[in-house]
């Protein structure tokens, strides 16, 4: 019996590390394509000359940053920090916000701040790296054939169209067909730097780190410029993170240290040797590293591959932006399940073309791989930079780790990221001010959201007035009661929904059986299923008026039918029938007016970013031939 369980245990543990490899690792595993080619590339700013002590240093500092940043650091130390088996940098938001912080209200104000400019640069990276990655894979035509140089845009615009054409499919489709192509591709770039390596074996003492430390102090003016390309080796590995809910730490673990890890690595030391043999071959080491029969399958085979890297962000994109949702840093967007059996796969269509156009945008205005390089830097280095500040404060504040251990593994890692980061800054003025840009637009709108969402609470709340004097004046002036159930969907218990107000205050009407229903997001992914529904009958027992508050965790989506029939079997007092249900809907138009809450600028962006909230009938699983949709406006 256990043998037998072990064994099924054992191909759906494989199906899960294939799984992965076809949505977690696209981005990193294909950053061999450019990133020896972007360190050595004479048009650089602060080119690095193919020397043999620049070779040796650089393979050096790549295999050093991989492995303690990516190994160590994000795959045996940052995945441990999920909130309920969700990750991302919302997840290390939401574990800060969720627990008292050591200098009050500002620390933990300054500490989200920080996380959400993180989240904000994901988003910059998430439309990076499908311009980067599909440009340097169809780049490699120009080896193969160099009068199709032409072509290289037009091709990689198509791909790119229909890479985003094709996300409504869903995750698990895509990860199964996208699996077994990275498998292949792993094996296939392994396999071409085990040649290389071959005939240049001594480039294996690269792995040393005195190579990496000598070039850092013995070549500090151009090791330290080159960081702003080696960098490119780690991109991918917040997507990692991000997508740690789709598979979980266990797939993402081992697919990282068996195959995805070995494979990268074998890349970039082939690479090497090619450069020690062949100075010239710095322009295309990667494809140069290929034997010419088999370049234009590879060319084929890494468009694929950076196809399936454009995936990972991608679905990271998603997972960030409805946490952003849930947690009220953007407004309600249409979010579409795509897998019956995960519930963490998901679409986001405002994500999706907002990324698509912003992609073909950095498509056709940077033209080049090259070009893109260290904008891409930029937003790896201040996302890494900013989680490794915000995991290693939960390390402290909510693990209890030591103090020493904190600030010696903190130093570690932030000595390398901040020498990233400023090697970075070094480029502002050649793509570098991209991410930046992108990080400070979404992190406004972001921001703006969260406070034009608060005042406008304040407002709406004392126009609606408190729950419980109303209820007690239904009790004083009866009103009619017709036949039917009614459901009003309100914020919370505190005060009335205003559909409900404007029926008794116009109408003169009430339903027999009035459910006034709050959806509440926790801070965790699920709700725990014996705490999801409380009831309230607000201090009245044959009324026929209840308040019903249904828990849900920011990675689920509210279903008020089952919420109702979920309801129906705690109270007595409600009996559904969900065919003669109503439901009412209260809808605000808002309006720019003169508080002086929020500079005017910020209004006119609070109600602009309101244009893309998605239709709450839709968002809350109602059935539309029995929606009804009362407005009122209010002025920020």
């Avoid at 037998?4 to 191909?11: D, I, K, V």
């Avoid at 650089?58 to 994000?74: G, N």
Wanted: aromatic share 10%; proline share 5%.
């Amino acid at each position: 019996m256990t043998t037998h369980a072990q064994g099924t245990r054992s191909p759906a543990k494989a199906a899960l590390m294939v799984g992965a490899l076809g949505v977690v690792f696209g981005d990193i595993g294909t950053s061999p394509i450019y990133t020896i080619q972007t360190v050595f590339n004479p048009e650089d700013p602060h080119p690095v000359a193919a020397s043999t002590d620049s070779v040796f240093g650089i393979i050096s500092l790549i295999f050093w940053s991989v492995t303690l940043i990516v190994t160590i650091k994000y795959v045996l130390l940052v995945l441990r920090a999920d909130n309920n088996g969700e990750g991302g940098i919302f997840a290390l938001i939401t574990l800060i916000r969720g627990r008292s912080v050591p200098g009050g209200r500002r620390a933990k104000y300054t500490l989200a701040a920080l996380g959400i400019f993180g989240a904000s640069l994901f988003f910059g990276d998430s439309m990076i790296t499908p311009a980067i990655s599909v440009l340097s894979a169809v780049e490699g035509l120009k080896v193969v054939q160099p009068e199709l140089e032409h072509l290289i845009v037009p091709i990689t615009a198509v791909i790119i169209i229909i890479l985003f054409a094709a996300q409504r499919l869903g995750t698990a489709r895509i990860g199964r067909s996208f699996g077994p192509v990275m498998v292949l591709w792993f094996l296939a770039i392994g396999a071409c730097g085990v040649s290389g390596i071959a005939k240049h074996p001594e480039i294996l003492k690269a792995l040393s780190p005195t190579y990496a430390l000598g070039f850092l102090t013995g070549h500090f003016s151009t090791a330290f410029f080159a960081l702003a390309a080696v960098v490119l080796a780690i991109t991918g590995a917040e997507a990692l993170y991000a997508d740690l809910g789709h598979f979980g730490r266990s797939p993402i673990t081992r697919a990282w240290l068996f195959l995805v890890f070995p494979a990268c690595i074998l890349s970039y030391l082939g690479q090497g040797a090619l450069v020690l043999e062949d100075p010239n071959a710095f322009s295309s080491p990667f494809f140069l590293l290929v034997p010419d029969w088999g370049r234009l399958p590879m060319v084929l085979l890494a468009t694929a591959a950076t196809v399936i890297a454009s995936q990972s962000v991608i679905t990271g994109a998603f997972s960030v932006a409805r946490q952003a949702v849930q947690l009220g840093y953007l407004p309600r967007l249409r979010i579409k399940h795509t897998s019956e059996e995960t519930v963490g796969q998901i679409y986001v269509p405002w994500v999706n073309w907002a990324l698509m156009i912003s992609v073909l945008t950095l498509v056709f205005a940077f033209q080049t791989s090259a070009a893109l390089a260290y904008a891409f830097g930029m937003a790896v280095t201040g996302t890494v930079t900013i989680t490794t500040l915000l995991f290693f404060y939960i390390v402290r504040h909510q693990w209890g780790k030591p103090l020493w251990v904190v600030i010696g593994g903190a130093a570690v890692f932030l000595t390398v990221e901040l020498l990233f980061l400023a090697a970075n800054l070094t480029k502002l003025t050649h793509g570098a001010w991209l991410p930046l840009l992108i990080g400070i637009t979404v992190f406004t709108v972001l921001t703006t959201w969260q406070r034009g969402r608060a005042l406008v609470t304040r407002t709406r709340e004392t126009k609606e007035g408190s729950l419980r004097v109303f209820i007690d004046e239904l009790h004083e002036r009866p009103v009619r009661r017709v036949p039917g159930t009614a459901v009003f969907l309100n914020r919370g218990d505190a005060t009335v929904p205003l559909a409900m107000r404007a029926n008794v205050e116009h109408n003169h009407i009430l339903h027999e059986q009035v459910v006034i229903l709050s959806v509440e997001t926790l801070q965790m992914p699920y709700a725990e299923e014996e705490n999801r529904i409380v009831v309230d009958d607000l201090g009245y027992v044959d009324d026929g008026i209840i308040h019903v508050t249904a828990r849900y965790g920011y990675m689920e989506t509210a279903n008020v039918p089952e919420t109702l029939r979920l309801a129906a079997e705690q109270s007595p007092e409600l009996s559904v029938d969900l065919d003669d249900t109503s439901y009412f809907l209260s809808t605000i138009e808002l309006r720019v007016g003169d508080s002086p809450d929020m500079p005017r600028w910020r209004k006119r962006l609070f109600v602009a970013t309101s244009g893309i909230t998605a239709d709450a009938a839709e968002y809350f699983g109602l059935p539309r031939d029995r929606v009804v949709i009362m407005g009122s406006h209010i002025s920020v």
